[in-house]
């Protein structure tokens, strides 16, 4: 077998490989997109949502300082009479 053949065999294995690596990079623009257009959207959403339920715990115990000073005021008041 001369070099010419030998270079014609080694290009036909090479080929399939070719084919395999432009899949993959395929693959890899898809699983890019993914997770540009949804996974980081979703993370974005649960984001806000908790941001939400912070400020909504927040006010929550503040609410819960005015309630325990009025209770005990009112504790006060009804031990004066």
């Known amino acids: ?38 996974i980081q959207t979703n993370i974005k959403l649960i ?6 339920i912070v400020e909504k715990l927040e006010k929550m115990e503040y609410d819960l300082g005015d309630i325990k000073e009025t209770v005990a005021v009112l504790k006060v008041l009804s031990v004066k009479k």
């Open 1 to 38: 077998m001369d070099n010419k053949d030998l270079l014609g065999e080694i290009a036909k294995m090479i080929e399939p490989l070719s084919a395999e690596i432009q899949e993959i990079k395929n693959n890899q623009l898809k699983t890019d997109m993914i997770i540009e257009n949804e």
């Open 47 to 52: 984001a806000e949502g908790h941001m939400g």
